[in-house]
């Protein structure tokens, strides 16, 4: 059992930066891919950033390749999604979460296991 605690949400203008945490405990230190998606209002949730276990491997999606950056820093237990030039369209819930997929940065939702409880990111136009 992996419990995911997010953190580092808030409003920004447009064109600001944001950086958002996510805190681990239980599972094996550093075992497994993780992940950040979000979810807007009235869409399904989608993939944001992938990193594996060692960090050696991260994926973005396309919208925000060059803006966002995953880390984690596996002594800590924690994964970071630090999010420059924001754009309106950025926002919406995000979610960090944790994956035992043998994919070293898994895309899918279902490949997800446990799942934080969501940082609200608001992005003013």
């Known amino acids: 059992q992996v419990q995911l605690v997010e953190s580092g949400g808030g409003l920004v203008q447009a064109g600001g930066s944001l950086r958002l945490s996510c805190a681990a405990s239980?599972?094996?230190?550093?075992?497994?891919?993780m992940g950040w998606f979000r979810q807007a209002p009235g869409k399904e949730r989608e993939f944001v950033a992938g990193?594996?276990?060692?960090?050696?491997?991260?994926r973005y999606t396309d919208s925000v390749k060059g803006r966002f950056t995953i880390s984690r820093e596996n002594a800590k237990n924690t994964v970071a999604l630090q999010m420059n030039s924001l754009k309106p369209e950025d926002t919406a819930v995000y979610y960090c979460a944790v994956s035992f997929s043998r994919v070293t940065a898994p895309v899918r939702p279902n490949d997800y296991v446990y799942w934080g409880q969501g940082a609200q990111v608001t992005v003013s136009s």
């Open positions: 239980g599972g094996q230190n550093g075992d497994y891919a």
């Open positions: 990193i594996s276990w060692n960090g050696g491997t991260t």
